[in-house]
């Protein structure tokens, strides 16, 4: 028993039981085929992907984040390949205070890896500003800023 193309793999051996006649079933394993080529890349490329000396990864610099995957699948000797684990980036939930002290509208549409500040409402408050920051990486648009 051999593998099917595009699959290698050592064959093995499919034996009648010894002293059997007519319909019997036979004795066997089956082989163990691996992808014989190299899996072929997805045509067309999907957006936010690029394949380097390190393998597929996600074009973090054009707004992706993740962890690039590329998949083979082969159906009746058919090899497909997708690509998978890439996600836009996404500003973070626009920061909302429930607090009159608090002057929280510069931190609207802060990018990953960005921050914002966060005042204290003069004339009556007073203090130092603190920041506010969206992950790096962030591709959720309901994820709120750290601060």
Same mark, same amino acid.
């Given at each position: ?9 050592? #064959? ?11 319909? =019997?079933?036979?004795?066997? =394993? ?10 072929? !890349? ?9 394949? @380097? ?7 973090? /610099? ?11 699948? *082969? ?8 690509? *998978? ?11 909302? *205070?429930?607090?009159c002290d608090l002057d ?9 890896? $960005? ?11 007073? /203090?130092? &500003?603190?920041? &506010?920051?969206?992950?790096?990486? @962030?591709? $959720? #648009?309901? !994820?709120?800023?750290n601060w």
């Open positions: 028993v051999k593998c099917a193309l595009p699959f290698v793999g050592p #064959p093995t051996v499919a034996v009648c039981p010894y002293g059997t006649t007519g319909v =019997t079933t036979l004795n066997w =394993t089956a082989p163990s085929c691996v992808l014989g080529q190299a899996c072929p !890349t997805p045509a067309p490329l999907p957006a936010g992907y690029w394949n @380097n000396d390190r393998g597929w990864q996600c074009k973090a /610099g054009d707004g992706f984040t993740g962890n690039a995957k590329l998949q083979c699948v *082969s159906k009746c000797r058919v090899v497909k390949s997708s690509l *998978s684990g890439c996600s836009t980036t996404s500003p973070c939930a626009s920061l909302e *205070s429930k607090r929280v509208s510069a931190c609207s549409g802060i990018y990953p890896g $960005d921050d914002c500040p966060v005042y204290c409402k003069p004339p009556h408050f007073v /203090g130092l &500003a603190t920041r &506010a920051s969206c992950p790096v990486g @962030n591709s $959720d #648009p309901n !994820t709120e800023l």
